[in-house]
């Protein structure tokens, strides 16, 4: 038979086969049998606003209205039925002349007469097609802007080309609009009928013979149970874990099946609580609307199915088919439930269960681990795996049409490759692992920093982008697909990892920062270790230091993501600090510039807020805010850093910051500088600059320089989040903290300013909150936090020594004196200590001439230390050419 005949044969029989399965009642129709009504025939150009009468092409009728998008931008009649409420979905046919992806806006307006402003519901699509194309829009999917009453008034139909003010229209973009309608639709998933699933199969791809066979015979139940044995079967590819290789079952009083048991019985464990979610689930529910802890996040969380994995985790150890029955049945429930959206998104508004993270989620983690560490159970019949199927092909094909960014774009492209990898036999399949891998490729340029930081600058959405980038590359080897990987994939993640081992801790723990709690470096640079075995430095870290070789340096800058680490080594006990003088973040931000980060001799000592529940409640306001961090707030108002969007990250290509920063042995400087205002609207403005200088080994000094635009008098708050019990306030305004014997604390010596005040206050509930850390390495808490506030006009200065003590050590400063320059944007200051030796320091905004307590220098900053004798020991310079005695 030629190619000809034979692909005739197989159109008459693919022809056969949709009848038997419509007939045998097997596959849900696209739209159920619906009646309509016309909302406007398109037939009466008269009635339209921006369009003209067209004989061809139409849809049906005598006409269809010609739009010319860069000519009108809206195309609009109010010549319409205007209650829509007996309906559930808006359909229209629209011709393309050329597909040139340009924008189109649906416009319904849903006027409310006592607002102010526009009520309406909208959806965006594109022009990305040529020739006809029927939309059928759920009314679900349409969103809502401000207000509208409701879809039993709706007042006008209209496209708009240029919703977006600053878009410039393609003059080529012309379209015919035509039959204007409403309908009833099905919402029943999968959207997916018998007949585009095994039509979206590759039927030559090896293992598929029998399902080809029973195609061209006509016989979808053989078909289908064909399909359902390759899955059973196949060796290649294969999930993370396969069910092959489950052990052998344990006695249930030997496997900790809790969660499995609740799902059972309906219920759902989540931050603590246990909710109940009916007989009948529905999945759409939120059970945390009220108050100030409403949130989005339960009701996302269910939809990302954790209980299914904790289910096939249950029937993994004990083999209870009760557990598979009950992951089956709930993962077919949540199918039917929910179909797969035809236009939106579902991240604006959200959708409960196609939101682009949630389908993400699902398909990159809990489904596939589900689905193939149970696939021999008996629950899993033919119809259910080719359910699962299905929806999983929906759920790469949803993802492949609304790319989003940051960490989204990570899991999203993630979830696509791994769709991609596990179904081969679909004949998008290929497309679909490219173009994830191009996704991937593309952020790692364009939303990872040459320091190794995500844009987002938010620790764990980092790590996780940076979890998913070695996830894909070693599944992709271990589905022998190596090849498909760019050439430079994994040199491309070094940096990465290059962060998670410099930026850490002493303890091994990196700072959260941003949206983030600590965590720990470890698995991250166990997997560099792996991934680079010649970087020595990287066996050092994997290995604690048993094997390779301990980094030269110990203080490190991150230049694009700003982070500065000063410290005093590699051990334990060693002295670290991290300043935050990045940009805002693309995402997950907190007003925290300036923010420091203390650990020293053992434990850490300055924490900020960390991160809190994405709710409505004053905890997360708090973690949000300035007042949450390490650094300055002016008037009681906070940064604003938010209201800014085009300074939230470097522009592209990235460049370094101009942030001052120098390492030597002796000191560590950096030099950071926040001055977007402060307030809601940026109303107050301030320019607040924070130097700090390390002298090795021993303690830092910070000045925080305040420059006000204005006249006026302005009252400053600088604020130390102490992780301790208690901080004692000593005289000339020390603060000293509290911790457990043998554990070491923090003091905080202030230079003497006229008019500087400190409190301490701890674990206030009331707004404002303060006093609080949830990011204390998991204990969190209420912390006491000291806040050091000073008033006046024009430009002042605070500065303190941060100054760690071993357990039981006395303070060794004796005294700190402030010496006048003269210098404007200059403080100096003379440290006399316990053993007679005196340190004598000066940091300025910028490098120039300056003379303090018989030293001259122009740099940014130095240091000298006299001894007891009066010799001089240690003298360092920041930024300049010398520093000598005065007149020499």
């Known amino acids: 038979m030629n190619a000809e005949n034979r692909s005739s044969v197989l159109a008459l029989t693919w022809v056969a086969l949709a009848m038997l399965l419509v007939t045998a009642g097997s596959v849900r129709l696209a739209a159920q049998e619906r009646p309509s009504i016309i909302v406007n025939d398109c037939d009466d150009a008269g009635q339209w606003k921006g369009g003209e009468a067209a004989e061809e092409p139409v849809k049906q009728g005598t006409s269809a209205i010609r739009w010319a998008l860069a000519e009108n931008h809206g195309l609009s009649t109010a010549e319409i039925p205007h209650d829509w409420s007996e309906y559930n979905a808006l359909a229209f046919d629209l011709y393309s002349q050329e597909a040139t992806g340009s924008p189109v806006w649906l416009i319904l307006n849903s006027e409310d007469a006592e607002r102010e402003g526009s009520d309406y519901y909208s959806l965006r699509f594109r022009l990305d097609y040529e020739g006809w194309r029927e939309y059928i829009l759920p009314f679900g999917e349409i969103g809502k802007v401000r207000h509208p009453v409701g879809w039993h008034q709706i007042l006008r139909f209209m496209l708009h080309s240029a919703w977006d ?67 059973r079967t196949r060796e290649k590819p294969r999930w993370i874990i396969d069910w092959r290789e489950r052990p052998e079952p344990r006695p249930a009083d030997q496997v900790n099946t809790r969660v499995a048991d609740l799902a059972l019985e309906h219920k759902f464990s989540w931050g603590g609580d246990i909710f109940d979610l009916g007989e009948d689930i529905d999945w759409s529910q939120n059970q945390m609307t009220e108050g100030e802890s409403a949130t989005v996040e339960w009701n996302a969380r269910l939809n990302r199915h954790p209980m299914f994995q904790a289910l096939a985790g249950a029937y993994w150890h004990t083999g209870d088919e009760k557990y598979a029955a009950e992951l089956v049945a709930e993962m077919m429930d949540w199918i039917d439930d929910a179909p797969v959206l035809l236009y939106a998104s579902g991240n604006g508004p959200y959708h409960w269960a196609w939101e682009t993270l949630n389908t993400a989620c699902r398909g990159s983690s809990a489904w596939p681990d589900s ?44 979830a696509i490759f791994y769709i991609g990898t596990l179904f081969p036999e679909f004949n998008e ?91 720990s470096a470890r698995p991250y640079v166990e997997r560099a270790a792996k991934y680079f075995p010649d970087r020595e430095d990287f066996q050092w870290f994997a290995t604690r230091g048993a094997e390779g070789e301990m980094p030269e340096g110990a203080s490190c800058a ?30 997950h931000q ?30 997360r306001r708090y973690v949000l805010s300035t007042r949450g961090h390490n650094t300055v707030r002016v008037d009681e108002l906070d940064q604003h850093h938010r209201g800014l969007r085009e300074t939230y990250v470097l522009p592209y290509p990235f460049q370094p910051l101009d942030n001052p920063w120098i390492s030597e042995q002796d000191f560590d400087y950096a030099q950071g500088v926040y001055d977007k205002g402060y307030g809601d609207e940026n109303q107050v403005r301030v320019t607040h600059t924070r130097n700090v200088l390390f002298v ?5 000094i910070v000045l925080d320089r305040m420059q006000p635009e204005d006249e006026e008098e302005h009252a400053y708050e600088s604020l130390f989040h102490l992780d301790a019990k208690e901080a004692q306030v000593g005289e000339n305004e020390r603060v000293i903290s509290v911790t457990s ?23 206030i509930e009331e707004e404002p909150v303060q006093g609080w850390a949830w990011a204390k390495l998991g204990r969190g808490g209420a912390v006491p936090t000291a806040i050091y506030e000073l008033a006046g006009a024009g430009e002042r200065d605070m500065c303190y020594l941060l100054w760690p003590l071993r357990a039981e050590e006395e303070l060794p400063v004796a005294s700190l004196r402030r010496i006048d320059t003269g210098e404007p944007g200059c403080a100096a200051g003379e440290v006399t200590l316990a053993d007679g030796s005196r340190h004598l320091f000066m940091l300025a905004a910028s490098a120039g001439a300056t003379a303090f307590n018989g030293f001259e220098t122009d740099g940014r900053a130095a240091f000298v230390e006299v001894l007891a004798d009066g010799s001089v020991g240690r003298s360092f310079l920041v930024g300049g050419s010398y520093l000598r005695p005065a007149g020499q």
């Open 558 to 587: 991150f230049p694009y993501s700003g982070h500065y680490v000063m410290r005093s080594g590699w051990s334990l006990e060693d002295l670290y600090l991290l300043m935050d003088a990045g940009p805002f973040g693309s995402g």
């Open 165 to 231: 003010p600053n878009l410039e229209v393609d003059p080529k973009a012309v379209a015919y609009l035509d039959n204007v309608r409403l309908t009833r639709y099905d919402q029943k998933g999968p959207r997916m009928t018998d007949q585009e699933f095994f039509q979206a199969l590759n039927l030559d791809y090896p293992g598929l013979e029998l399902v080809k066979v029973a195609i061209e015979a006509g016989e979808p139940d053989a078909a289908r149970h064909a399909y359902a044995e390759h899955l």
């Open 741 to 763: 014997e043998g554990e070491s604390r923090l003091a905080i010596v202030p230079l003497a300013t006229e008019g500087l005040e400190v409190k301490v206050v701890k674990g």
């Open 371 to 414: 689905i193939f560490r149970t696939l021999d159970a008996e629950a899993w019949t033919d119809e259910a795996l080719v359910t699962v199927t299905k929806s999983l092909a929906e759920h790469a094909r949803h993802l492949m049409k609304h790319p989003t960014g940051g960490n989204w774009l990570t899991a999203e492209s993630t």
């Open 429 to 519: 399949a290929e497309q679909w692992r490219k173009t994830a891998l191009e996704r991937l490729y593309d952020q790692m340029d364009r939303e990872v920093y040459p320091d190794g930081l995500e844009y987002e600058l938010a620790l764990g959405y980092g790590m996780w982008v940076l979890r998913n980038y070695g996830d894909v590359m070693d599944f992709a080897i271990l589905n022998d697909g190596r090849d498909e990987l760019p050439e430079d994939f994994l040199q491309r993640t070094q940096a990465m990892y290059n962060y998670c081992a410099y930026v850490q801790m002493p303890n091994g723990i990196m700072p959260g920062l941003n949206d983030s709690g600590n965590a």
């Open 696 to 700: 090795k080994p021993e303690y830092w």
């Open 590 to 619: 907190h007003e925290d510039k300036l923010t420091l980060i203390l650990y020293a001799h053992g434990r850490l000592h300055l924490v900020d807020a960390g991160n809190y529940m994405y709710d409505k409640s004053r905890w």
